[in-house]
């Protein structure tokens, strides 16, 4: 029963099983839930960024805010030449800030609690930052290993815990995305369990932390979808304007 | 000892729960390979198709909108800073204008005080020249009949002394020795009447 706290990641099928080849990609509530974010997001944008005014609506000021807080988030950290990649880091903030805000709706589906789909993304940021600090660099990326003003007995040191960090930032970047929305929501349901097994004498106590937790939930769901976003600047940083 | 109860109750149903979260528990489903294909391909298909629609389409409307704004309040504070140089300009320039107007009005008014002035000064010489000429014609008038005065009574007394001698007398007594009396007589007495 829903008293699985685990139970609320499953993944079913809706509708009927489509395979190409041995693959099978059927429409899933996953995909219903990347859909339903994608579709949001696309709307707000679209309707926000319609009508041209001088004194912007609520729908125009909400578009044109969040504009400016990822532009301004990208100039911070990468600079002016991550120009380009924008409208990448703007799509990455929004999907990943919009699926975690839907998972906050009671009975629907977390996608960013997916490792899978988490990995997916951190992937193609990892391998997409080292292609683009190939491109810009040539062989000369591969300085970014050595950190300038290292003694020389520690360099081989260094080398090999910079290329162990830099290979783990996929990991990284995509277990704590995932482990954040799933620890959250398995806690909110547990204390939901709780408020449900102690009923109306003792659940008082798991309630009021539930109602806390899902403050708390709302706040991590921006914050990690900040956090990523921001690390993805970084590696951008790091790939771009190579100075270790 | 309610109290005792209450927590106990609480303290009880921890293990019913973690029982029944053992019975019911498989793992994480995110370790579940099943549908891991679906999930890349969708997320790959769905933020394919947002990214797509953001870049080309959305975005470079919203940095319009922004772009087009500031540059439109750019120019609205241009305008209203011109528009403040000229109110400047017109009202230095009407201070001129004043400041102009009210010396000239000074000046107008000097020369019409200097004009009426002189036109008085004219004025009262030319009076002045006609009341001195009448003082003096009036003057030798004057002059003249008091030149003539004594004769004429001189004429006049020797006239009536003749006329009453002749009456007194009854004779015709000659003008002449008449006349030579009176001329004494005046020339005696004529200070006393005249005063000079």
Sequence with gaps: MAANPMSQFD?????PEIKVGAFDISFTNASLFMILSTVSILLIFNIGSKK???????????????????????????????????????SLFMFVLFCNMFGMIPYTFTVTSHIIVTFVLAAFIFIGVTVIGFIKHGFGYLKLFVPSGVPAVLLPLIVV?????????????????????????????????????LGVVGGWLPLSFSVALTGLEILVAF?????????????????????? | MVKKIYFQS??????????????ESGGMPQLNPEFWVSQIFWLILTFGIMYLVLSKLILPKISNNLESRKSQI????????????????????????????????????????????????????????QIDNEIAEAEKEIDALRKNAPD??????????????????????????????????????GDKYYGN
Excluded: W
């Excluded at chain 2, 609480?10 to 019975?23: D, G």
């Design chain 1, 11 to 15: 993944v079913y099928r809706i509708g």
């Design chain 1, 52 to 90: 041209n005014s001088i004194l912007p609506n609520k729908i125009q000021l909400l578009a044109e805010l969040s504009y400016t807080f990822v532009s301004k988030m990208i100039s911070d950290t990468a600079g002016s030449k991550a120009k380009p990649y924008f409208a990448f880091i703007f």
């Design chain 1, 161 to 197: 815990i910079e290329i162990i960090s830099y290979l783990s930032r996929p990991i990284s970047l995509s277990v704590r995305l995932f482990a954040n929305m799933m620890a959250g929501h398995t806690m909110m349901k547990v204390f939901g369990g709780f408020v449900i097994s």
């Design chain 1, 223 to 244: 914050l990690q979808a900040y956090v990523f976003a921001i690390l993805t600047c970084i590696y951008l940083n790091d790939a771009l304007n190579l100075h270790h």
């Design chain 2, 10 to 23: 609480i303290f009880f149903s921890f293990f019913f729960i973690k029982e029944s979260f053992a019975a």
């Design chain 2, 74 to 129: 750019l120019e609205n504070i241009e305008a209203a800073e011109k528009q403040r140089e000229d109110s400047d300009a017109k009202l230095k320039e009407y201070d001129e204008i004043i400041s102009k107007s009210k010396l000239e009005a000074n000046s107008i008014f000097n020369q019409a005080r200097e004009k009426a002035l002189k036109d008085i000064g004219a004025k009262r010489e030319v009076l002045d020249e």
């Design chain 2, 152 to 189: 004429k009574i001189n004429k006049i007394a020797i006239e009536t002394s003749s006329e009453l001698l002749q009456k007194l007398i009854g004779a015709e007594v000659n003008n002449s020795s008449i006349s030579a009396i009176v001329d004494d007589l005046s020339k005696r007495n």
